[in-house]
């Protein structure tokens, strides 16, 4: 979540309204909605998928809106939840911390609403980190270890196992923010451990982390794990890669599909493109939005190996270079032979 500062406001009424009026709820997300579907279909038994459908059209509208009542939360950790939903599209800081502790009130292992008092509260990194170490601590506790060995494999599918995922991959980012590269390292390993269908794309930084630790064959394998990732940041850490594992006609071959992909990554490399001051939040393939995402993840590899960087610009001056033409055949004419002077 995106930090929102606090905003200064005085409750400066001197008459209370004769009825108080309960402000709308937030929308539910689609967490949210997943959720209490399930638990709608979980309280019916169908014989067949005809009744499913029949069941589902009673509950949405044509236009995918809900219609029917779907119970919203039938216990405090639901509740909890909720809350933490709410506090996340909280239009304050004020406001979201105090979702987030009404949320602790009722589940005290909320994930979402540790996680965001961790971004809220804390005054450094160090107190960051330990906030969001409590947050997993919570999830793990709150899911079990039966059910951590029970579903290892398909995590993100299950929807009370994303708090917990969303929690993981936080403080693996606040630790590679900070420099502890092995312990993002382990955080991001044991995510695709949980969920290798990687809905988090945490693939991405942990490609960046293995490069910059010259982890060579943790690279390859993670590259070939994943060989049909055809986006930027795997494009480019195969480049670096091939380079770091001494194959150069590899690393040449890479370089010419790596350009087809996203041909702004090596413009930044070289300097050719200032990095703006702030992170895009969206961006599309081939674009210079995604090129700087794709560097948040390499540039420190890139850096860290100098050779590789040379060897870059070589390649992109090669490019640059005039190309000469063949040289045109030359014609070439006998002379004529000269006349007899007189005098000879």
């Known amino acids: 979540m995106t930090k929102t500062p606090a905003k200064s406001t005085k409750a400066a009424r001197t008459a209370k309204p004769a009825k108080a009026i309960k402000p709308p709820a937030a ?48 216990s405090l950790k639901d509740e909890a939840q909720d809350l933490a939903f709410e506090a996340m599209e909280a239009a304050t800081a004020a406001k979201a911390r105090s979702l987030a502790k009404k949320a602790l009130a009722k ?35 709150s899911l079990g270890a039966k059910f951590f060995k ?12 994303r708090p917990y995922m969303r929690a993981l991959e936080h403080l693996a980012g606040a630790y590679r923010a900070e420099g502890f590269n092995k312990a993002a390292i382990e955080i ?20 960046g982390l293995y490069l910059a630790l010259g982890s060579t064959d943790e690279a390859s394998k993670l590259l070939e794990a994943y060989k049909d990732d055809s986006m930027a940041n795997f494009a480019w ?29 090596e413009l930044f490399l070289s300097g050719q493109r200032k990095f703006p001051k702030s992170m895009p939040g969206m961006y599309s393939p081939g674009s210079e939005e995604e090129a700087i995402l794709c560097l948040d993840n390499l540039a420190l590899a890139w850096g860290n190996f100098k050779p590789a960087s040379f060897w870059l610009m070589e ?6 270079a005039p190309k000469k033409s063949p040289a045109a055949k030359l014609k070439i004419v006998p002379a004529k032979p000269g006349k007899k002077r007189n005098d000879q």
């Not at 029970?150 to 196992?161: C, V």
């Not at 195969?238 to 590899?250: A, I, K, M, N, T």
């Open 27 to 74: 929308p539910p997300t689609g967490e949210q909605l997943m959720r209490d579907m399930q638990k709608a279909l979980g309280k019916h038994t169908f014989a067949n998928m005809a009744e499913v459908n029949a069941f589902m059209q009673n509950l949405m509208g044509a236009g995918g809106q809900v219609l029917g009542a779907l119970g919203g939360p039938e």
């Open 107 to 141: 589940d005290p292992d909320c994930v979402d609403a540790l996680v965001l008092l961790a971004g809220l509260d804390a005054d450094s990194a160090k107190a960051s980190i330990e906030g969001l170490q409590k947050a997993v601590e919570a999830g793990e506790r």
């Open 150 to 161: 029970a579903n290892k494999g398909h995590f993100w599918l299950i929807l009370e196992t």
């Open 188 to 207: 991001y390993e044991k995510m695709l451990a949980l969920n290798p269908n990687d809905n988090q794309g945490v693939r991405d930084p942990l490609l």
């Open 237 to 265: 850490g195969r480049v670096l890669e091939r380079f770091l594992c001494h194959d150069l006609p590899g690393a040449a071959a890479a370089l010419t599909i790596a350009r087809k992909q996203n041909r702004f990554v």
């Open 315 to 320: 390649q992109l001056m090669k490019e640059a």
